[in-house]
């Protein structure tokens, strides 16, 4: 792991959205920007902390928005009609206006989320597919289904006004990865749970995870594309981010994927650009 100090970044405004941003050394040169998501504890400095050291060792922009609960109550499901500002939306702006101030292209994202901000990261990734060149999911409660059978946000059939249509054939090219800790049980406080979440996603996280990647990987074959998601089950990982970041490889793992361009030169050897299935739960193959 990076010994590089910790950028400093005070808390800047966009509109509503409150964020922390650190361009990377040589910035001019540097086209990636990783986005960091919070969980609904709303704890953003926590992400800070935990990637900023590495983006900057390894050349990357980083941006860790705060979607506040007065203005994004519902930012996981990305701000339905009703429920507050479009997430969505506003992170598209943000990143607009800092790819016009600091070069990267604004069509490359490379995103985490952890819990909540899990939720919110897949669900742009299906929104707006051509926005992301890589995702990272750490331990999402539940999740939209590549069924448009369901309503938004348990499938991706009816979609709410302003949204766009979710389509598979777009959201399924986007390599993700899904981290999840293997001490994850059914009895977490803060997991979202019913009758219906719990019959057709599963009782626990690592279920639930389980079961997405799986349906995203039928998904896939009924399009007729290859699978490029995969699943990582992490020993010793529980659901607090701070305790999955102290006590598992997550940080290095997540920036390996999401960066692998870095992690090649950071080893000193050359990698596949689009690896696929390195951590592939047997169950999902």
């Keep these: ?25 040589g910035a001019s040169r540097c086209t990636d920007l990783l986005i960091a998501v919070h969980g609904v504890r709303r704890n953003a400095l926590e992400q800070w902390q935990a990637f900023a050291a590495q983006a900057h060792a390894r050349g990357c922009h980083l941006l860790v928005p705060c979607f506040d609960a007065q203005h994004y109550p519902d930012y996981q499901r990305l701000g339905r009609p009703g429920h507050g500002q479009r997430a969505d939306l506003h992170l598209i702006a943000l990143v607009g206006s800092l790819a016009g101030e600091h ?16 939720q919110f990261v897949h669900r742009f990734v ?21 069924d448009e059978t369901l309503h938004y946000p348990l499938g991706t059939g009816h979609p709410p006004t302003g949204f766009p249509r979710l389509e598979a054939w777009r959201y399924l090219r986007v390599p993700g990865r899904v981290f999840v800790g293997q001490r994850e049980h059914a009895n977490s406080r803060l997991l979202r749970r019913s009758e219906r979440l719990d019959q057709t996603q ?18 896939a074959r009924t399009q007729a594309l290859q699978a490029s998601l995969d699943l990582v089950e992490l020993p010793d990982g529980a659901h607090g981010f701070a305790g999955l970041v102290r006590r598992t490889t997550l940080v290095s793992e997540v ?8 992690a090649a030169r950071s ?19």
């Design 202 to 219: 599963g009782l626990s996280r690592l279920d639930r995870a389980r079961a997405w990647v799986r349906a995203m990987h039928l998904a």
């Design 1 to 25: 792991m990076s010994t590089a100090p910790v950028p400093e970044s005070a808390a800047r405004r966009f509109g509503a959205l409150s964020y922390r941003f650190a361009p990377a050394p």
């Design 267 to 285: 080893r000193g050897r050359i990698v596949a650009p689009e690896p696929h299935a390195r951590h592939t739960d047997p169950a999902c193959a």
């Design 255 to 262: 920036l390996d994927f999401l960066l692998p361009e870095t």
């Design 103 to 118: 070069g990267f292209d604004p069509a490359a994202l490379r995103l985490f989320g952890h819990s909540g901000g899990a």
């Design 126 to 146: 299906l929104a707006h597919p051509d926005m992301v060149r890589r995702y990272a999911l750490s331990a999402p409660g539940w999740y939209t289904f590549p």
